[in-house]
């Protein structure tokens, strides 16, 4: 039976002894789990942690920003990287999905490396790893390991010769979550959907551009905060809004008009190896619909994913 408390005593106790006097440097991504890494790295080796969290552009609205603060909040020793401009000029132009992974994968390593650099000593690098990504970068047959170029597993360059700790390995992802609430994080934070690594680029269907994900980011904003606000967001495995890569008529006033259309996507999950659409009431997907039309400039058109996994994904790439 897993105990919280017992876990977080042991482990500090555990990074104490392993790490020293030691510089440790993360990166954070916002989500539960390198959050939870670092908060307990924190609290065994105070200052001694770097973290490092960059923006690759394709965050949801607004979200650097304000997860910097939070994270500023929490005492932790950190570093807000702006580099979204430089992964936007490497995505132009690129369309084929596993392309635009591997780029930011790529790019997310320059950057992290090069911000690893300036800090003088560094021997670890964390990693929030938990115990299914163990699993899933071990598995031959794991489907998103193979169909997907995930990168949050030992994506690091082996050239940064730097020890690894990942001090959630063996955890699944609800203790996480009650090890991050005995460690006092912030409910909120801890009841986050995930969000994939790639971000944005990957429900931006066709290429990217400022543009595109500015409209992105408003329409997903949009759902989001409906969702907030009718009190279903905890309620959703996982939501999101896609900017599909076709134009369809509308009319506005005696005008007819010619622009994009966006699908929203919400699903019921565990572990996001098997998904359900949820059936969200029809009030709010009219009211979130009409938000979005009248919010959004460029988006004539809002439909609704109906589909489950299998044999659809919850990513539409
Ligand atoms: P799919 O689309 O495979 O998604 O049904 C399952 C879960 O994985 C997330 N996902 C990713 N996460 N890098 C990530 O870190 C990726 O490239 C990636 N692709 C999908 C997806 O958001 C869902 O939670």
Same mark, same amino acid.
């Given at each position: 039976?897993?105990?919280?408390?017992?876990?977080?005593?042991?482990?500090?106790?555990?990074?104490?002894?392993?790490?020293?006097?030691?510089?440790?440097?993360?990166?954070?991504?916002?989500?539960?789990?390198?959050?939870?890494?670092?908060?307990?790295?924190?609290?065994?080796?105070?200052?001694?942690?770097?973290?490092?969290?960059?923006?690759?552009?394709?965050?949801?609205?607004?979200?650097?920003?304000?997860?910097?603060?939070?994270?500023?909040?929490?005492?932790?020793?950190?570093?807000?990287?702006?580099?979204?401009?430089?992964?936007?000029?490497?995505?132009?132009?690129?369309?084929?999905?596993?392309?635009?992974?591997?780029?930011?994968?790529?790019?997310?390593?320059?950057?992290?490396?090069?911000?690893?650099?300036?800090?003088?000593?560094?021997?670890?690098?964390? @990693?929030?790893?938990?115990?299914?990504?163990?699993?899933? &970068? %071990?598995? #031959?047959? $794991?489907?998103?390991? +193979?169909?997907?170029?995930?990168?949050?597993?030992?994506?690091?360059?082996?050239?940064?010769?730097?020890?690894?700790?990942?001090?959630?390995?063996?955890?699944?992802?609800?203790?996480?979550?009650?090890?991050?609430?005995?460690?006092?994080?912030?409910?909120?934070?801890?009841?986050?959907?995930?969000?994939?690594?790639?971000?944005?680029?990957?429900?931006?269907?066709?290429?990217?551009?400022?543009?595109?994900?500015?409209?992105?980011?408003?329409?997903?904003?949009?759902?989001?905060?409906?969702?907030?606000?009718?009190?279903?967001?905890?309620?959703?495995? @996982?939501?999101?809004?896609?900017?599909?890569?076709?134009? &369809? %008529?509308? #009319?506005? $006033?005696?005008?007819? +008009?010619?622009?994009?259309?966006?699908?929203?996507?919400?699903?019921?999950?565990?572990?996001?190896?098997?998904?359900?659409?949820?059936?969200?009431?029809?009030?709010?997907?009219?009211?979130?619909?009409?938000?979005?039309?009248?919010?959004?400039?460029?988006?004539?058109?809002?439909?609704?994913?109906?589909?489950?996994?299998?044999?659809?994904?919850?990513?539409?790439?």
């Amino acid at each position: 039976n897993f105990t919280p408390n017992a876990f977080v005593d042991e482990m500090v106790s555990e990074l104490k002894e392993k790490l020293g006097n030691d510089k440790v440097v993360l990166g954070l991504s916002g989500g539960v789990d390198s959050t939870v890494a670092a908060v307990l790295l924190n609290k065994a080796i105070g200052q001694n942690l770097y973290c490092i969290f960059v923006n690759n552009g394709l965050l949801r609205k607004n979200e650097f920003q304000s997860v910097l603060d939070q994270y500023k909040g929490m005492g932790l020793n950190v570093k807000g990287v702006d580099a979204g401009d430089r992964f936007l000029g490497e995505l132009a132009g690129i369309s084929d999905p596993e392309t635009k992974r591997k780029t930011i994968g790529r790019v997310f390593i320059e950057v992290f490396d090069d911000e690893s650099h300036l800090l003088e000593d560094v021997k670890w690098l964390a @990693q929030g790893t938990i115990y299914p990504d163990v699993i899933e &970068s %071990v598995s #031959v047959k $794991g489907p998103s390991a +193979t169909i997907k170029s995930h990168h949050n597993v030992g994506g690091l360059p082996d050239y940064m010769k730097l020890k690894i700790v990942e001090p959630l390995r063996m955890l699944f992802k609800d203790e996480v979550r009650r090890v991050g609430a005995t460690l006092g994080i912030d409910p909120e934070l801890l009841g986050r959907h995930p969000f994939p690594g790639p971000g944005l680029s990957i429900r931006i269907l066709g290429d990217i551009t400022p543009e595109k994900v500015q409209i992105l980011q408003d329409v997903d904003s949009v759902f989001i905060e409906g969702l907030k606000s009718w009190g279903l967001y905890d309620k959703v495995w @996982q939501a999101g809004a896609i900017l599909l890569p076709v134009n &369809s %008529v509308g #009319v506005m $006033g005696d005008e007819r +008009t010619y622009e994009k259309v966006v699908a929203l996507r919400a699903v019921e999950s565990t572990d996001g190896m098997t998904a359900d659409w949820v059936h969200l009431p029809y009030d709010f997907l009219m009211k979130v619909s009409n938000d979005i039309i009248n919010k959004v400039k460029g988006v004539n058109r809002v439909v609704y994913d109906i589909s489950s996994k299998p044999p659809a994904t919850i990513e539409w790439e």
